[in-house]
């Protein structure tokens, strides 16, 4: 599976969109692109995958450049829960196993 | 829905013990993992299994750690015997092997040895 590139650390005020940006560029044609996130405590929970359209569901978008070789998530409205530690994780599909980076510790400002 | 059900919660035991972890994945998932947490090494796969059979045990650290899964809604994370370095926290995760589906995390068991 292909490497990723995070930020360690990024802050975003509480009602205000969080942008959290992954670079795989060296990306193959049949990955997906998968983030999860891990909340101080807890396993970690699925947010959004996509292989080469943007996606979107209740708890965020997912952009993929057109090159696929980096992408972005949007939190929309940020909100104090959404403190936790963002992964974004290149997974060939078919493919079983999940391979965790070091992340993004978001923190949400008040 | 119950999701991925975890026990103990919490684990503290004394060097050279025998512990064991167990897991219950979501019904009807046929794929199940374990996972290691720590600080220093982050999060990684031990072992998973697709129908029960073990797939994947390269991230088994030694032969102190197995795992089975004796049916579709059981397994077992076994270390034996017990070493303070082994203090961190597992996960248990299932999924529908074959496709892009998702994984689902358990709650986690923090493991302390003493």
């Known amino acids: 599976d292909a490497k990723t590139t995070q930020p360690p650390s990024m802050d975003c005020a509480e009602g205000r969109a969080a942008n959290l940006p992954c670079n795989h560029s060296?990306?193959?044609?049949?990955?997906?692109v998968y983030w999860y996130r891990q909340i101080h405590s807890q396993g970690p929970q699925y947010i959004i995958h996509?292989?080469?359209n943007n996606e979107t569901n209740e708890m965020a978008s997912l952009i993929i450049t057109e090159d696929r070789k980096s992408s972005t998530l949007i939190l929309p409205h940020a909100t104090l829960r959404d403190t936790a530690v963002y992964y974004c994780?290149?997974?060939?599909?078919?493919?079983?196993?999940?391979?965790f980076g070091t992340g993004t510790r978001l923190t949400i400002i008040p | 829905d119950a999701g991925v059900i975890q026990s103990p919660r919490h684990e503290v035991t004394e060097m050279g013990q025998e512990v064991t972890l167990r897991c219950k994945p979501i019904?009807?998932?046929?794929?199940l993992f374990w996972y290691r947490q720590t600080m220093m090494r982050g999060l990684e796969l031990l072992i998973y299994?697709?129908?029960?059979?073990?797939?994947?045990d390269s991230g088994m650290p030694e032969d102190r750690f197995s795992a089975k899964m004796p049916n579709a809604s059981f397994s077992t994370l076994k270390i034996q015997p017990s070493e303070p370095r082994d203090s961190a926290v597992y996960f248990c995760?299932?999924?529908?092997?074959?496709?892009?589906?998702?994984?689902?995390f358990g709650p986690g068991t923090r493991l302390t040895v003493l």
């Open positions: 995760a299932s999924t529908l092997a074959g496709g892009v589906d998702t994984q689902y």
């Open positions: 060296t990306i193959s044609g049949n990955e997906y």
């Open positions: 996509g292989l080469k």
């Open positions: 994780i290149v997974r060939e599909g078919g493919n079983e196993k999940l391979t």
């Open positions: 019904s009807g998932h046929n794929s």
């Open positions: 299994f697709n129908n029960n059979v073990p797939i994947d």
